[in-house]
Protein backbone atom coordinates (compact mmCIF):
# COMPACT_ATOMS: atom_id res chain seq x y z
CA UNK A 1 0.00 0.00 0.00
CA UNK A 2 1.17 3.53 -0.69
CA UNK A 3 2.54 5.55 2.33
CA UNK A 4 1.04 8.95 1.65
CA UNK A 5 2.19 10.41 5.07
CA UNK A 6 4.35 13.53 5.35
CA UNK A 7 8.28 13.09 5.77
CA UNK A 8 9.54 15.00 8.76
CA UNK A 9 13.65 15.29 8.68
CA UNK A 10 14.74 15.48 12.27
CA UNK A 11 18.02 17.02 12.63
CA UNK A 12 19.66 16.66 16.61
CA UNK A 13 23.10 15.55 17.63
CA UNK A 14 21.83 13.95 20.49
CA UNK A 15 20.92 10.29 19.90
CA UNK A 16 18.64 10.44 23.03
CA UNK A 17 16.72 13.85 21.65
CA UNK A 18 16.16 11.78 18.40
CA UNK A 19 15.23 8.46 19.98
CA UNK A 20 12.35 10.29 21.95
CA UNK A 21 10.99 12.26 18.57
CA UNK A 22 11.39 9.04 16.72
CA UNK A 23 8.18 7.23 19.31
CA UNK A 24 6.12 10.23 19.53
CA UNK A 25 6.21 10.58 15.83
CA UNK A 26 6.55 7.46 13.90
CA UNK A 27 3.21 6.55 13.84
CA UNK A 28 2.09 9.74 12.11
CA UNK A 29 4.66 10.08 9.75
CA UNK A 30 7.49 9.19 7.52
CA UNK A 31 10.86 9.47 9.53
CA UNK A 32 14.77 10.72 8.45
CA UNK A 33 17.41 11.45 10.52
CA UNK A 34 20.46 13.57 10.79
CA UNK A 35 22.99 14.13 13.23
CA UNK A 36 24.26 17.42 12.05
CA UNK A 37 23.77 20.34 10.07
CA UNK A 38 25.52 19.76 7.25
CA UNK A 39 24.06 16.14 7.02
CA UNK A 40 20.92 17.65 7.64
CA UNK A 41 21.62 19.75 4.34
CA UNK A 42 22.76 16.66 2.62
CA UNK A 43 19.28 14.72 3.43
CA UNK A 44 16.96 17.72 2.27
CA UNK A 45 18.30 18.44 -0.72
CA UNK A 46 17.94 14.59 -2.03
CA UNK A 47 14.56 13.73 0.08
CA UNK A 48 13.05 17.23 0.55
CA UNK A 49 10.97 16.46 3.02
CA UNK A 50 7.70 18.08 3.98
CA UNK A 51 9.36 19.75 7.24
CA UNK A 52 12.38 20.04 9.11
CA UNK A 53 12.64 19.25 13.11
CA UNK A 54 15.79 21.16 13.80
CA UNK A 55 18.20 21.82 16.98
CA UNK A 56 19.90 24.38 17.78
CA UNK A 57 23.22 23.96 19.90
CA UNK A 58 24.85 21.15 17.96
CA UNK A 59 29.04 21.14 16.78
CA UNK A 60 30.42 22.82 13.64
CA UNK A 61 27.11 24.07 12.28
CA UNK A 62 24.44 25.02 14.74
CA UNK A 63 21.02 25.16 13.71
CA UNK A 64 20.80 28.85 12.92
CA UNK A 65 23.27 28.54 10.19
CA UNK A 66 21.61 25.49 9.13
CA UNK A 67 18.30 27.08 8.93
CA UNK A 68 19.94 29.96 7.22
CA UNK A 69 21.77 27.66 4.28
CA UNK A 70 18.48 25.72 3.63
CA UNK A 71 16.84 29.16 2.70
CA UNK A 72 18.97 29.50 0.05
CA UNK A 73 19.19 26.67 -1.83
CA UNK A 74 15.79 27.31 -4.16
CA UNK A 75 14.78 24.06 -4.08
CA UNK A 76 14.47 23.17 -0.47
CA UNK A 77 13.79 26.81 0.83
CA UNK A 78 10.22 26.69 0.56
CA UNK A 79 10.66 23.28 3.52
CA UNK A 80 9.14 24.65 7.06
CA UNK A 81 11.81 24.52 9.85
CA UNK A 82 10.82 23.99 13.50
CA UNK A 83 13.41 24.86 15.85
CA UNK A 84 13.30 22.40 18.65
CA UNK A 85 15.58 23.73 21.84
CA UNK A 86 16.51 23.65 25.69
CA UNK A 87 17.13 27.69 24.79
CA UNK A 88 13.97 29.61 26.50
CA UNK A 89 15.69 32.67 26.27
CA UNK A 90 13.45 35.38 23.99
CA UNK A 91 16.61 36.66 21.77
CA UNK A 92 17.07 32.47 20.74
CA UNK A 93 13.48 32.64 19.55
CA UNK A 94 13.96 35.82 17.96
CA UNK A 95 17.26 34.83 16.50
CA UNK A 96 14.96 31.74 15.15
CA UNK A 97 12.49 33.29 12.80
CA UNK A 98 15.66 35.68 11.98
CA UNK A 99 17.25 32.92 10.51
CA UNK A 100 13.91 31.47 8.54
CA UNK A 101 12.09 29.23 11.18
CA UNK A 102 7.96 29.11 10.69
CA UNK A 103 8.01 27.52 15.07
CA UNK A 104 10.01 27.06 18.20
CA UNK A 105 9.43 23.83 20.52
CA UNK A 106 11.22 24.39 23.87
CA UNK A 107 12.36 21.22 25.49
CA UNK A 108 11.31 19.93 27.37
CA UNK A 109 8.77 19.49 24.98
CA UNK A 110 4.84 17.89 25.40
CA UNK A 111 4.38 14.87 22.55
CA UNK A 112 0.75 17.06 21.93
CA UNK A 113 2.49 19.95 21.45
CA UNK A 114 4.93 18.97 19.11
CA UNK A 115 2.20 16.86 16.93
CA UNK A 116 -0.01 20.11 16.92
CA UNK A 117 2.86 22.64 15.81
CA UNK A 118 3.62 20.07 12.87
CA UNK A 119 0.47 19.46 11.92
CA UNK A 120 -0.35 23.10 11.49
CA UNK A 121 2.69 23.61 9.62
CA UNK A 122 2.35 21.06 7.17
CA UNK A 123 -1.38 22.11 6.61
CA UNK A 124 -0.13 25.32 6.06
CA UNK A 125 3.02 24.48 3.49
CA UNK A 126 0.36 22.31 1.73
CA UNK A 127 -1.90 25.01 1.28
CA UNK A 128 1.13 26.96 0.10
CA UNK A 129 1.80 24.41 -2.35
CA UNK A 130 -1.40 23.53 -3.53
CA UNK A 131 -2.22 27.89 -4.10
CA UNK A 132 1.32 27.92 -5.86
CA UNK A 133 0.12 25.12 -8.20
CA UNK A 134 -2.88 26.81 -9.23
CA UNK A 135 -1.06 29.52 -9.88
CA UNK A 136 1.32 27.95 -12.44
CA UNK A 137 -2.01 26.20 -13.81
CA UNK A 138 -3.68 29.90 -14.40
CA UNK A 139 -0.68 31.42 -15.71
CA UNK A 140 0.44 28.31 -17.87
CA UNK A 141 -3.31 28.87 -19.53
CA UNK A 142 -2.88 32.66 -20.11
CA UNK A 143 0.53 31.87 -21.78
CA UNK A 144 -1.46 29.67 -24.19
CA UNK A 145 -4.34 32.25 -24.43
CA UNK A 146 -1.63 34.28 -25.29
CA UNK A 147 -0.66 32.22 -28.26
CA UNK A 148 -3.56 31.75 -29.45
CA UNK A 149 -4.27 35.59 -29.79
CA UNK A 150 -1.03 35.77 -31.74
CA UNK A 151 -1.95 32.55 -33.78
CA UNK A 152 -4.93 34.40 -34.41
CA UNK A 153 -3.58 37.95 -35.39
CA UNK A 154 -1.58 36.20 -37.77
CA UNK A 155 -4.31 34.27 -39.50
CA UNK A 156 -5.94 37.58 -39.67
CA UNK A 157 -2.44 39.35 -41.35
CA UNK A 158 -2.77 36.38 -43.49
CA UNK A 159 -6.33 36.81 -44.75
CA UNK A 160 -5.56 41.10 -45.50
CA UNK A 161 -2.42 39.95 -46.76
CA UNK A 162 -4.32 37.46 -49.49
CA UNK A 163 -6.38 40.26 -50.24
CA UNK A 164 -4.43 43.13 -50.45
CA UNK A 165 -2.26 40.90 -53.37
CA UNK A 166 -5.83 40.32 -54.95
CA UNK A 167 -6.35 43.90 -54.96
CA UNK A 168 -2.95 44.94 -56.26
CA UNK A 169 -2.90 41.84 -58.83
CA UNK A 170 -6.01 42.89 -60.27
CA UNK A 171 -4.86 45.69 -62.78
CA UNK A 172 -1.43 43.60 -64.17
CA UNK A 173 -3.86 40.21 -64.50
CA UNK A 174 -6.15 42.41 -66.52
CA UNK A 175 -3.26 44.11 -68.57
CA UNK A 176 -2.55 40.73 -68.89
CA UNK A 177 -5.51 38.90 -70.09
CA UNK A 178 -6.07 41.95 -72.64
CA UNK A 179 -2.34 41.23 -74.09
CA UNK A 180 -2.81 37.27 -74.62
CA UNK A 181 -6.17 37.51 -76.10
CA UNK A 182 -4.50 40.13 -78.44
CA UNK A 183 -2.27 37.37 -80.09
CA UNK A 184 -4.81 35.71 -81.79
CA UNK A 185 -6.15 38.97 -83.53
CA UNK A 186 -2.80 39.86 -84.53
CA UNK A 187 -2.42 36.43 -85.61
CA UNK A 188 -5.61 36.58 -87.87
CA UNK A 189 -4.51 39.96 -89.09
CA UNK A 190 -0.64 38.61 -89.96
CA UNK A 191 0.52 40.86 -87.64
CA UNK A 192 2.33 38.29 -85.94
CA UNK A 193 6.28 39.23 -86.68
CA UNK A 194 9.05 38.67 -84.94
CA UNK A 195 9.50 42.36 -83.27
CA UNK A 196 5.61 41.71 -82.51
CA UNK A 197 6.49 38.96 -80.38
CA UNK A 198 9.92 40.36 -79.08
CA UNK A 199 7.50 43.20 -77.32
CA UNK A 200 4.87 40.78 -76.47
CA UNK A 201 6.79 38.72 -74.42
CA UNK A 202 8.67 41.70 -72.71
CA UNK A 203 5.49 43.79 -72.07
CA UNK A 204 4.24 39.93 -70.62
CA UNK A 205 7.37 39.30 -68.76
CA UNK A 206 7.46 42.98 -67.07
CA UNK A 207 3.97 42.40 -65.47
CA UNK A 208 4.32 38.90 -63.76
CA UNK A 209 7.95 40.29 -62.61
CA UNK A 210 5.80 43.18 -60.91
CA UNK A 211 3.20 40.49 -59.81
CA UNK A 212 6.07 38.37 -58.20
CA UNK A 213 7.58 41.51 -56.39
CA UNK A 214 4.24 42.05 -54.76
CA UNK A 215 4.02 38.58 -53.31
CA UNK A 216 7.80 38.95 -51.96
CA UNK A 217 6.73 42.17 -50.42
CA UNK A 218 4.19 41.08 -48.69
CA UNK A 219 5.64 37.71 -47.70
CA UNK A 220 8.43 40.34 -46.23
CA UNK A 221 5.83 42.11 -44.54
CA UNK A 222 4.64 39.14 -42.86
CA UNK A 223 8.08 37.80 -41.69
CA UNK A 224 8.60 38.64 -37.51
CA UNK A 225 11.59 41.15 -37.48
CA UNK A 226 13.31 38.08 -35.96
CA UNK A 227 16.08 41.09 -34.04
CA UNK A 228 15.83 44.98 -33.11
CA UNK A 229 16.72 47.61 -35.85
CA UNK A 230 17.32 50.96 -35.36
CA UNK A 231 15.35 52.47 -38.42
CA UNK A 232 13.43 55.17 -40.06
CA UNK A 233 9.41 55.36 -38.82
CA UNK A 234 8.57 57.48 -41.54
CA UNK A 235 10.20 55.07 -44.03
CA UNK A 236 7.96 52.28 -42.35
CA UNK A 237 4.47 54.32 -42.37
CA UNK A 238 5.52 55.00 -46.08
CA UNK A 239 5.88 51.00 -46.49
CA UNK A 240 2.74 49.80 -45.33
CA UNK A 241 0.72 52.49 -47.20
CA UNK A 242 2.57 51.62 -50.63
CA UNK A 243 1.56 47.87 -50.64
CA UNK A 244 -1.73 48.68 -49.53
CA UNK A 245 -2.39 52.12 -51.94
CA UNK A 246 -4.91 49.57 -54.31
CA UNK A 247 -6.99 48.82 -51.12
CA UNK A 248 -7.14 52.55 -50.11
CA UNK A 249 -7.72 53.64 -53.67
CA UNK A 250 -10.59 50.85 -54.08
CA UNK A 251 -12.48 52.16 -50.70
CA UNK A 252 -11.82 56.06 -52.28
CA UNK A 253 -9.41 56.82 -49.14
CA UNK A 254 -6.96 59.02 -49.34
CA UNK A 255 -3.59 58.89 -47.37
CA UNK A 256 -1.61 62.32 -45.59
CA UNK A 257 1.52 62.05 -44.50
CA UNK A 258 3.23 65.13 -42.94
CA UNK A 259 6.84 64.78 -41.77
CA UNK A 260 9.40 67.25 -41.10
CA UNK A 261 10.97 66.85 -44.71
CA UNK A 262 14.82 67.79 -42.91
CA UNK A 263 15.40 65.00 -40.74
CA UNK A 264 15.02 61.49 -40.40
CA UNK A 265 13.30 60.25 -37.27
CA UNK A 266 14.69 56.92 -35.97
CA UNK A 267 13.33 54.51 -33.42
CA UNK A 268 15.19 50.83 -32.22
CA UNK A 269 12.75 47.98 -32.03
CA UNK A 270 10.94 45.37 -34.62
CA UNK A 271 10.23 46.87 -37.75
CA UNK A 272 7.72 44.27 -39.08
CA UNK A 273 6.16 44.28 -36.09
CA UNK A 274 5.68 48.08 -36.02
CA UNK A 275 4.47 47.99 -39.68
CA UNK A 276 2.15 45.22 -38.52
CA UNK A 277 0.43 47.90 -35.99
CA UNK A 278 0.17 50.65 -38.60
CA UNK A 279 -1.69 48.41 -40.97
CA UNK A 280 -3.93 47.28 -37.77
CA UNK A 281 -4.67 51.16 -37.37
CA UNK A 282 -4.88 52.17 -41.07
CA UNK A 283 -7.82 48.90 -41.51
CA UNK A 284 -9.70 50.55 -38.43
CA UNK A 285 -9.81 53.78 -39.92
CA UNK A 286 -10.73 51.99 -43.27
CA UNK A 287 -13.57 50.02 -41.98
CA UNK A 288 -15.12 52.86 -39.67
CA UNK A 289 -14.76 55.15 -42.68
CA UNK A 290 -16.71 52.35 -44.94
CA UNK A 291 -19.39 51.99 -42.24
CA UNK A 292 -19.74 56.15 -41.46
CA UNK A 293 -20.28 55.93 -45.04
CA UNK A 294 -23.04 52.98 -45.34
CA UNK A 295 -24.71 54.72 -42.58
CA UNK A 296 -25.02 57.97 -44.31
CA UNK A 297 -23.50 60.82 -41.83
CA UNK A 298 -24.90 63.59 -42.14
CA UNK A 299 -21.93 65.43 -43.88
CA UNK A 300 -20.79 63.14 -46.95
CA UNK A 301 -16.85 63.41 -46.71
CA UNK A 302 -14.49 61.53 -48.54
CA UNK A 303 -12.28 59.20 -46.92
CA UNK A 304 -9.21 60.66 -45.63
CA UNK A 305 -6.36 59.13 -43.00
CA UNK A 306 -3.92 61.54 -41.66
CA UNK A 307 -0.06 60.82 -40.33
CA UNK A 308 1.78 63.29 -38.38
CA UNK A 309 4.97 61.94 -37.26
CA UNK A 310 6.86 64.63 -35.09
CA UNK A 311 9.97 64.70 -33.17
CA UNK A 312 9.37 65.38 -29.31
CA UNK A 313 12.13 65.60 -26.97
CA UNK A 314 13.16 62.07 -26.47
CA UNK A 315 10.50 60.45 -28.52
CA UNK A 316 9.15 59.95 -32.16
CA UNK A 317 5.19 60.56 -31.75
CA UNK A 318 2.86 59.35 -34.53
CA UNK A 319 -0.37 60.40 -34.91
CA UNK A 320 -2.82 58.42 -36.87
CA UNK A 321 -5.90 59.86 -37.45
CA UNK A 322 -9.27 59.77 -39.17
CA UNK A 323 -12.42 61.07 -40.47
CA UNK A 324 -14.25 57.69 -39.80
CA UNK A 325 -17.10 59.30 -37.55
CA UNK A 326 -14.67 58.15 -34.08
CA UNK A 327 -15.17 55.06 -31.57
CA UNK A 328 -18.06 53.93 -29.91
CA UNK A 329 -18.51 55.23 -26.57
CA UNK A 330 -19.71 51.94 -25.67
CA UNK A 331 -16.15 50.68 -26.00
CA UNK A 332 -14.29 53.52 -25.08
CA UNK A 333 -12.74 52.47 -21.72
CA UNK A 334 -11.96 48.68 -23.13
CA UNK A 335 -10.63 49.69 -26.40
CA UNK A 336 -7.48 47.99 -26.17
CA UNK A 337 -8.87 44.74 -24.44
CA UNK A 338 -9.03 41.30 -26.46
CA UNK A 339 -12.01 40.44 -28.30
CA UNK A 340 -14.03 43.97 -27.97
CA UNK A 341 -15.25 44.60 -31.15
CA UNK A 342 -18.30 46.20 -32.84
CA UNK A 343 -17.93 44.75 -36.09
CA UNK A 344 -19.93 41.28 -34.68
CA UNK A 345 -18.74 38.75 -37.38
CA UNK A 346 -16.45 40.72 -39.40
CA UNK A 347 -13.91 41.69 -36.36
CA UNK A 348 -12.00 39.90 -34.15
CA UNK A 349 -11.42 42.38 -31.79
CA UNK A 350 -7.63 41.28 -31.29
CA UNK A 351 -6.16 44.26 -33.67
CA UNK A 352 -6.01 46.77 -30.96
CA UNK A 353 -4.73 44.34 -27.87
CA UNK A 354 -1.99 43.15 -30.28
CA UNK A 355 -1.02 46.40 -31.58
CA UNK A 356 -0.68 47.72 -27.47
CA UNK A 357 1.44 44.49 -26.86
CA UNK A 358 4.11 45.19 -29.39
CA UNK A 359 4.10 48.93 -28.91
CA UNK A 360 4.88 48.78 -25.06
CA UNK A 361 7.07 45.21 -25.24
CA UNK A 362 8.54 45.40 -28.31
CA UNK A 363 9.21 48.62 -28.71
CA UNK A 364 9.43 50.33 -25.52
CA UNK A 365 6.29 53.03 -25.96
CA UNK A 366 3.15 53.32 -25.83
CA UNK A 367 -0.36 54.04 -27.45
CA UNK A 368 -3.34 55.87 -26.36
CA UNK A 369 -6.81 57.25 -28.54
CA UNK A 370 -8.93 59.78 -28.67
CA UNK A 371 -12.00 60.87 -30.69
CA UNK A 372 -11.94 64.09 -32.36
CA UNK A 373 -14.12 66.60 -34.62
CA UNK A 374 -14.99 64.07 -37.02
CA UNK A 375 -13.26 60.56 -35.75
CA UNK A 376 -10.83 58.72 -34.20
CA UNK A 377 -6.77 60.00 -33.36
CA UNK A 378 -4.31 57.23 -32.39
CA UNK A 379 -0.85 58.30 -30.81
CA UNK A 380 1.94 56.35 -30.56
CA UNK A 381 5.19 57.55 -29.19
CA UNK A 382 8.40 55.65 -29.39
CA UNK A 383 11.98 55.83 -28.28
CA UNK A 384 13.36 58.72 -30.26
CA UNK A 385 16.88 57.09 -31.37
CA UNK A 386 20.18 59.94 -32.64
CA UNK A 387 21.97 57.68 -34.59
CA UNK A 388 25.79 58.39 -34.29
CA UNK A 389 26.48 57.96 -38.00
CA UNK A 390 23.70 59.08 -40.72
CA UNK A 391 21.77 55.13 -41.49
CA UNK A 392 21.74 54.48 -45.17
N1 LIG B 1 -10.27 54.38 -36.17
C1 LIG B 1 -11.35 53.91 -35.54
N2 LIG B 1 -12.54 54.57 -35.62
C2 LIG B 1 -13.63 54.10 -34.99
N3 LIG B 1 -13.65 52.98 -34.22
C3 LIG B 1 -12.51 52.28 -34.10
C4 LIG B 1 -11.29 52.71 -34.75
N4 LIG B 1 -10.32 51.84 -34.43
C5 LIG B 1 -10.88 50.90 -33.63
N5 LIG B 1 -12.20 51.15 -33.45
C6 LIG B 1 -13.15 50.37 -32.64
O1 LIG B 1 -12.40 49.51 -31.81
C7 LIG B 1 -12.83 48.17 -31.96
C8 LIG B 1 -11.65 47.24 -31.72
O2 LIG B 1 -10.68 47.36 -32.73
P1 LIG B 1 -9.71 46.14 -33.03
O3 LIG B 1 -8.83 46.52 -34.15
O4 LIG B 1 -9.09 45.71 -31.77
O5 LIG B 1 -10.70 44.99 -33.46
P2 LIG B 1 -11.58 44.88 -34.78
O6 LIG B 1 -11.10 45.87 -35.81
O7 LIG B 1 -13.01 44.96 -34.39
O8 LIG B 1 -11.24 43.41 -35.26
P3 LIG B 1 -9.84 42.87 -35.83
O9 LIG B 1 -9.33 41.93 -34.79
O10 LIG B 1 -10.20 42.20 -37.08
O11 LIG B 1 -8.93 44.05 -35.99
C9 LIG B 1 -13.40 48.11 -33.35
O12 LIG B 1 -14.36 47.08 -33.46
C10 LIG B 1 -14.03 49.50 -33.49
O13 LIG B 1 -15.31 49.54 -32.91
MG1 LIG C 1 -9.01 46.00 -36.30
Redesign the pocket.
Known sequence: MADNRCTVLIVDDESGSRQLLRQILQDKYRLMFAASGIMALEAAKSVQPDLILLDIIMPEMDGYEACKKLKAIPEISDIPVIFISALTDITEKVNAFKSGAVDYVCKPFQSDEVISRIETHLKLYNLQRHLEKQVEVEVNKRRMDEQMLIQ??KM?ATGEMIGAIAHQWRQPLNSLGLIVQDVEDAFDAGEVTKGYLKQFVSQCMGLIKLMSHTVEDFQNFLKPSGRQDTFDVTEAFYEVIHLFSDMLKKNDISVQINTPETCRIYTTGYRNELKQVIL??I???R???N?GQKKGRAVAKDGLITIDISEGDNNVIAR???N?????DS?ADK??E?Y????GE??????????KAIIENKMNGSIS?SNIED??E?TIKLPLVKPDVEIQ
Do not use: C, E, H, R
Open positions: QSANLNNSDAIAISDGGGIDILFPVTTKGGTGIGLYMSVGAF
